[in-house]
């Protein structure tokens, strides 16, 4: 069985530049979900793509988008970066349906705007 | 707004003991609900999951759930170093994971 696995795993961007992450669900997932996890805090829910659509949004601005494609894996862009988007981005996979709805993590990217 | 609080801890246990993690949380319609554990500078790892009032025991690890008090633990017996992390509540309404703060817990020899 293959992990969840993300690309880049650290990266340094400078303010007002755009960046693209990217996520491979983990083998037989077919939702994504996408978070953002500064230093000390829990992770915080960005959005999810099902089917290659989003389907649920947290607090986050447009400038935070995705794309799901049909092998099920996933990117997130951020344009326009800020400051306090530094911090680490985490992509979860899980299979849609069922009542635990289990969700498992990549090893995340590290963001760090400057 | 939907929380999740959990004591940030840092939670201090003697080698061998049991840990106690407390989380609660404010929305009744939440579904699902789940412990994770974070080492530093690593990504969440699912250790328990569970959507039934009791208790749920999987290896050194048993999760409690009360639904009326809102209410989540997760004790972990015969402590280890190894043990020392983060351990973040997660619970689920709909297709989001909401997030308690974590609870620093360090396990010393």
């Given at each position: 069985e293959?992990?969840?696995?993300q690309s880049?795993?650290?990266l340094?961007?400078t303010?007002g530049?755009q960046v693209?992450?990217r996520c491979?669900?983990?083998?037989g ?8 996890q ?13 089917r290659?659509?989003?389907?649920g949004?947290?607090?986050f601005?447009?400038?935070f988008?995705?794309?799901?494609f ?7 862009n ?7 988007d530094?911090?680490?981005?985490l992509?979860?996979s899980?299979l849609?349906g ?6 498992y993590?990549g090893p995340?990217t590290?963001?760090?705007?400057t | 707004q939907?929380?999740v609080?959990?004591?940030?801890g840092?939670l201090?246990?003697?080698e061998?003991?049991i840990a106690?993690l407390n989380c ?7 579904q ?11 990504s969440?790892?699912l ?10 025991e999987?290896?050194r690890f ?6 009326a008090?809102?209410y ?7 402590s280890?170093?190894?043990d020392?992390?983060?351990?973040l509540c997660?619970?689920?309404?709909g ?6 703060g ?8």
């Open positions: 293959t992990g969840v696995t880049p795993t650290h340094i961007k303010r530049q693209t992450l491979s669900s983990q083998s997932h077919n939702t994504v979900s996408w978070y953002q500064a230093l000390g805090q829990g992770p915080q829910f960005i959005f999810q793509y099902y290659e659509e989003e389907n949004r947290g607090n601005p447009p400038r988008s995705g794309l799901q049909p092998n099920y894996s996933s990117e997130l951020v344009n326009a970066l800020e400051l306090d530094s911090a680490l981005y992509c979860a899980s849609a069922g009542l635990i709805y289990e969700q993590f995340g590290r963001l760090t705007v | 939907k929380e609080e959990q004591n940030s840092p201090s246990v003697p061998g003991a106690s609660t949380y404010s929305d009744r319609v939440s699902s609900f789940f412990w994770y554990r974070q080492y530093s500078g690593k969440p790892e250790i328990m999951s569970i959507y039934s009032n009791g208790d749920k999987d290896g048993t999760a409690q759930l009360n639904k008090s809102q989540v633990s997760l004790l972990i017996r015969d280890q170093p190894s020392s992390a983060t351990y997660a619970v689920n309404a297709n989001m994971l909401t997030f308690g974590g609870t620093r817990l360090m396990v010393k020899p």
